[in-house]
């Protein structure tokens, strides 16, 4: 029997109400293959954000049955799940003095966290094992600089045709438009197994939406699923098109 990139079953959201709990969908399943994108559309409050957090294991009031490659959820720890099932929103978060700041930023803190943790058990690992080397988990060394340079930031956002967003630019100074291709291609560096991009071309122009679009599209080329949440019209980069409404997936 085939297994699917990701699967979900029994998904269910139910919110706090003055009234009681609201369900906002329940028992819900869904599957996606690598290399699909799969647009998620529905009415405005059906639920499609919190399907998608739900995915992303962001969601504390939701629940049910997820696997990656054929391994439970439960499997994984939230910060492993999250590099593998990545959630993008809809307001991008740029973080950092300048573009290749923001973009680095995933490298930079897993080279934090990680020198956290040496230095934790270094006292208990120094006298058998000796001083270790610190390599970060997408193999860099030393700094975010040296695992993510800026000529690969560069040559990375020029293939993406982000040519016009300079390295050296402050994030506050960035379009709408140029700030969501930075936050995705952020994204897509850390080369997750699945992306969910909540909104991400909503309120930008249709030429800014069609180069995201492009972006994600050759994401998929390359084996990664995609579940896009859209309101625009039908832009033809999605493999099919599922609707949530009234708490029902079809």
């Known amino acids: 029997m085939s297994t699917h990139l990701f699967s979900a079953r029994d998904m269910t959201c139910a919110l706090p109400a003055p009234e009681g709990e609201k369900t906002i969908f329940r028992g819900l399943s869904f599957d ?20 998608l957090t739900a995915f992303a294991r962001l969601n504390p009031h939701a629940h049910g049955t997820m696997s990656l490659e054929g391994r439970a959820s439960a499997e994984f720890s939230p910060q492993q799940w999250r590099r593998m099932v990545a959630y993008l929103p809809q307001q991008p978060v740029l973080i950092g003095e300048n573009v290749a700041d923001v973009i680095r930023l995933p490298w930079t803190l897993a080279i934090r966290n990680e020198r956290h943790a040496d230095n934790t058990d270094a006292a208990s690992h120094s006298k058998s094992h000796g001083r270790r080397h610190h390599r970060s988990i997408w193999g860099s060394t030393h700094s975010g600089t040296d695992a993510l ?31 969501a291709r930075v936050s995705l291609a952020r994204t897509l560096l850390t080369d997750p197994k699945l992306l969910l991009a909540d909104e991400v071309d909503a ?18 080329q390359r084996g990664m699923a995609v579940i896009r949440i859209r309101h625009r019209p039908p832009d033809g980069v999605a493999t099919r098109t599922v609707t949530l409404d009234k708490g029902v997936l079809r």
């Open 32 to 51: 996606i293959d690598a290399g699909e994108i799969v647009d998620l559309v529905g009415p405005s409050g059906s639920g499609k954000s919190s399907l």
């Open 149 to 179: 340079p800026d000529s690969t930031i560069r040559s990375t956002l020029d293939a993406m045709g982000c040519e016009d967003i300079d390295l050296a630019r402050a994030p506050h100074d960035l379009s709408g438009g140029q700030a």
């Open 203 to 220: 309120g930008l122009d249709d030429d800014n939406a069609a180069k995201v679009a492009t972006i994600l599209s050759h994401a998929a």
